[in-house]
């Protein structure tokens, strides 16, 4: 099995680049997703408020 050949330091740095990947993963979705000014939190929809200097009509 490949898993029998495989050496302690190359099985922990296996796993830390699987690590490493994931976590640019998050960062690059966080990322993309402010600059588009999209709610990735699942909170079911809700937006993120317009900073546009347009004064509301009340």
Avoid: H, K, Y
């Amino acid at each position: 099995m490949i898993v029998n050949r495989l050496r302690p330091v190359g099985l922990c740095a296996g796993l830390l680049l699987l690590g490493l990947a994931v976590v640019a993963a998050s960062f690059l979705l966080a990322w993309t997703a402010e600059a588009a000014q999209v709610d990735i939190s699942g909170d079911g929809g809700a937006r993120i408020p317009s900073t546009s200097p347009t004064p509301r009509r009340t």
